[in-house]
């Protein structure tokens, strides 16, 4: 755990020079390294191979193989093996770069989390366990040397693919394995969901349910007979930490139900501090420095992955909604917290003001008051493009102007449930994924609050119109069955430049419902 700064001219496989020691566990070394052939930084992990010489030969293959499966569920989100080696009777598998810190790391820099916090980190697990879970594909050695938490984005896991490779019960952190791996049983997904409680327990308690006791076999004894630490911090989330850390895996809570635990822990927040930022709410992960040198890196791993700039008719909070022509008329209230902006989190979000304040609006802005029930800021020579309704209540308004490819949609429903999450991945994305545009999602429903109110987002890529588009859409509940939702699409080519940004973090900014 901790860091070992070398001073070596080693290299693996003649292309990989290791720089540095950046974690520990039993039986896996994870270095930081150049590559020679392209110049760029990355993570080597070391681990021993099987005993057996059929089974090490065979083991680079099908660990590569397994971990770039596992990937492309959760493009992103789950960090891709690009490389393995077997070398010096050990297994090297390299990862590109993560531009983030080991959850161990940060537990050690900062003491355990707030429940808040903890829930966040949780809630984006859960959603990279659901993704691989999905597509067949389990963990098995998820621990806080696998989890990177990331001040621009969701956390990124590390690890798949590791899981039977050597010939230990359990590879990595014994003190994280379920009973049943404990026993050398296979991991399947009640394992999965173990370790998340472990995770939990660790964030909340600044300890694992299990203290390691030095060798492997002894902590997985433990794991197997002892009753875990019960915890003292938890708070809120007590029942679903000792749920997840029962010994019977038929026993366990289900995904959904640590899913809805999680996310009332962050609506009875609202609005909470951003999910890894420090306690000082100061920027910490990116631009760390690495042996001789900072590095500043988007991490490789940002593989791209899907959106449907479609306008298609939904039911649901972020899907098309219906509507009457009645609806009562704008009544602005003042948001109870600003957003994050998605992909600009190093630009703080400006202090808030109406949206018919002029001088807080950037040049070029007006507000528009719309009939239906809801104000926003505007750029110049924008204008409703298109309406849908239905006899719900609930409408879509398109706002966009002529020449100019990109597009707001807002989007009012009174059938979205109690579940911001749960209306994008149920609802609306199983529509995008029929509607033949190319959907691909990018990275995990991310639970959030907006204006003190339940929230959720999601980022796609799509094909319209013969250009590959991109869209960033934001849900949120106004409770009684109602809810918002905010779609942002540009060319995706598009999505990076100053005016597009600024467009999306003053909508974000501005956007106010008409609260009954």
């Not at 433990?222 to 938890?234: E, T, Y």
């Not at 934001?474 to 809810?483: A, E, M």
Request: hydrophobic residues 35%; proline residues 9%.
């Amino acid at each position: 755990m901790g860091r070992a700064h070398v001073s070596t001219d080693r290299t693996v496989a003649e292309r990989y020079r290791l720089v540095e020691i950046t974690h520990r566990e039993t039986n896996c070394v994870r270095w930081y390294a150049d590559d020679l052939r392209t110049g760029r930084p990355c993570l080597l992990t070391r681990i021993g191979l099987p005993r057996d010489a059929a089974g090490a030969h065979r083991a680079p293959a099908r660990v590569l193989r397994a971990a770039q499966s596992a990937a492309r569920l959760c493009p992103g989100r789950i960090a891709g093996v690009v490389d393995t080696v077997e070398e010096s009777g050990f297994l090297w598998t390299v990862t590109a770069w993560i531009d983030g810190t080991p959850l161990d790391e940060v537990l050690a820099e900062e003491g355990a989390f707030d429940h808040v916090r903890a829930a966040r980190v949780a809630l984006e697990l859960l959603d990279v366990l659901d993704a691989a879970h999905a597509g067949g594909v389990t963990h098995g050695e998820l621990s806080p040397g696998q989890v990177f938490l990331r001040e621009g984005g969701p956390a990124v896991v590390t690890g798949y693919g590791l899981a039977g490779a050597a010939p230990a019960p359990r590879l990595t952190a014994p003190s994280y394995a379920s009973p049943e791996q404990a026993r050398g049983e296979p991991a399947g997904r009640a394992a999965d969901l173990w370790a998340l409680g472990a995770l939990l327990h660790t964030m909340l308690e600044g300890r694992p349910p299990f203290r390691d006791r030095g060798r492997p076999e002894a902590t997985l004894k433990g794991v197997d007979r002892l009753p875990p630490r019960a915890p003292v911090r938890a708070g809120p989330l007590t029942q679903v930490v000792q749920g997840l850390l029962r010994k019977d895996p038929r026993e366990r809570p289900a995904g959904q139900v640590v899913r809805g635990a999680l996310t009332r822990v962050l609506r009875e927040a609202a609005p909470g501090p951003r999910p890894h930022g420090p306690r000082t709410g100061t920027v910490r992960y990116a631009g760390r420095e690495r042996g001789r040198r900072t590095t500043l890196l988007g991490t490789a791993l940002a593989v791209v992955t899907v959106t449907v700039a479609v306008l298609a008719a939904a039911r649901g909070l972020p899907g098309a909604g219906t509507g009457s022509a009645d609806a009562p008329p704008p009544r602005v209230s003042a948001p109870a917290g600003l957003p994050d902006v998605p992909g600009d989190p190093s630009t703080p979000a400006p202090s808030p003001s109406p949206p018919d304040g002029a001088g807080g609006l950037p040049p070029g802005y007006r507000a528009h008051h719309a009939p239906e029930g809801f104000s926003v800021a505007l750029p110049e020579g924008w204008e409703r493009l298109d309406t849908s309704r239905g006899a719900d209540r609930g409408y879509r308004v398109t706002f966009g102007a002529d020449g100019d490819p990109r597009t707001l949609a807002v989007t009012y429903s009174e059938r979205v449930g109690s579940d911001a999450v749960a209306v994008w991945r149920d609802d609306v994305e199983p529509r995008l994924e029929r509607s033949g545009a190319g959907y691909e999602r990018i990275g995990g429903i991310r639970a959030t609050t907006y204006q003190g109110r339940e929230a959720a987002d999601l980022e796609w890529y799509a094909a319209a119109g013969g250009t590959r588009v991109r869209t960033f859409g934001r849900g949120f509940l106004l409770g009684g069955g109602r809810g918002f939702s905010l779609r942002w699409t540009t060319p995706a080519a598009a999505w990076e430049e100053p005016a597009s940004r600024e467009a999306l973090r003053t909508f974000l900014r501005t956007f106010r419902p008409a609260v009954d």
